[in-house]
């Protein structure tokens, strides 16, 4: 009998230390689901006539208003850049790319009242001004485009 117990005490001390080898753990993945952010051009930025006979800038405001030396009365009708953003609600930052040397004679920088564009109920309005530098003696007259670039992050 005791040769017995000896057994069934050796053969459950193998049970017990076969179970406390294995072990499980639960992991957790954390996400946020986001609509993805688009935004188009609703409204082209147009600056209107802008004289090149001397060096000089042009500045474009939020509110479609041109001011500086540069700037001449007549032509297209100035209008700043609008941009409809649709993404989640909340805030977006947004930037803009550089200054832009591409037309001979002239650097076109872009600009925005805040880097920080609140969404609500999914879209949100971006308006876009900017400035034109010109050096007369390097610029050509005629129909001139540039571009830039917005970028909107969450």
Same mark, same amino acid.
């Given at each position: 009998?005791?040769?017995?117990?000896?057994?069934?005490?050796?053969?459950?001390?193998?049970?017990?230390?076969?179970?406390?080898?294995?072990?499980?753990?639960?992991?957790?993945?954390?996400?946020?689901?986001?609509?993805?952010?688009?935004?188009?051009?609703?409204?082209?930025?147009?600056?209107?006539?802008?004289?090149?006979?001397?060096?000089?800038?042009?500045?474009?405001?939020? =509110?479609?208003? #041109?001011? %500086?030396?540069?700037?001449?009365?007549?032509?297209?009708?100035?209008? +700043? !850049?609008?941009? /409809? @953003?649709?993404?989640?609600?909340?805030?977006?930052?947004?930037?803009?790319?550089?200054?832009?040397?591409?037309?001979?004679?002239?650097?076109?920088?872009?600009?925005?009242?805040?880097?920080?564009?609140?969404?609500?109920?999914?879209? =949100?309005?971006? #308006?876009? %001004?900017?400035?034109?530098?010109?050096?007369?003696?390097?610029?050509? +007259? !005629?129909?001139? /485009? @540039?571009?830039?670039?917005?970028?909107?992050?969450?």
């Amino acid at each position: 009998m005791k040769k017995r117990l000896l057994a069934t005490a050796a053969a459950s001390m193998m049970f017990f230390a076969g179970q406390s080898a294995a072990e499980q753990a639960t992991g957790t993945a954390q996400f946020k689901l986001v609509q993805p952010i688009i935004i188009t051009e609703t409204t082209v930025m147009e600056f209107g006539n802008i004289d090149i006979s001397a060096d000089g800038n042009c500045t474009l405001d939020y =509110a479609n208003t #041109v001011t %500086g030396a540069a700037c001449l009365a007549g032509g297209n009708t100035s209008e +700043s !850049g609008v941009f /409809t @953003i649709t993404a989640n609600d909340g805030d977006v930052n947004v930037t803009l790319s550089g200054a832009d040397t591409s037309v001979a004679g002239v650097t076109f920088t872009p600009s925005i009242a805040s880097s920080t564009v609140t969404v609500a109920s999914n879209t =949100a309005t971006l #308006v876009v %001004g900017g400035s034109i530098d010109i050096v007369a003696a390097s610029a050509s +007259s !005629g129909d001139q /485009t @540039i571009s830039y670039t917005v970028d909107v992050i969450y």
